[in-house]
């Protein structure tokens, strides 16, 4: 009886602990925390990825389009590159993320799919103000610690120079 309920609360935590990191206001929220961590070039950054990773990143601006295809280390690359402008600028930085969608994996929710729009405004100080809109869909994996990005495609336009 007493293995029983042991087993029982472990059930329990385990069924919690998805239904918590795999939330809607969790999984924005971790978001939110990538994305400033991205542009703070914060150390680790990279660890958000997970070893498997898939990305797919087309951003457009005036000069072109940036694309990216491929696993953690075009991530790392992609991250590292299109901030250089951010580095050496400077700029303000504003973005607001809406929550378009979330939906969960099967039990026992080891994954979510999340779909955010996002509109960040760099503001360039003694210059201009640019825009950039886009939307990315995340495929959120959640480890004992945390949560990881096991696959990202993400679609935007704007006038920042990648």
Sequence with gaps: MKKLLWLGGLVAVFYGHGEW??????????????EQAV?????GV????AFDVNVNIRAG?????????GGKNYACDYVRA????VRVLKPA??????LVSLERSDFPWMTAKVKVRQATTFTLPGLRTLNEVGETIYVLRRTIRS????EMTSRSEGQFPR
């Design 21 to 34: 990191a795999l939330s809607k206001s969790r999984a924005l929220g971790w978001i939110e925390d990538h």
């Design 39 to 43: 542009f703070a070039m914060k150390e």
């Design 46 to 49: 990279c660890d958000d990825f």
């Design 61 to 69: 601006h005036p000069k072109g389009e940036w694309q990216v295809d």
């Design 82 to 85: 299109s901030n250089a402008h």
């Design 93 to 98: 930085i504003d973005t607001r993320t809406e």
């Design 147 to 150: 949560l990881q990005i096991a």
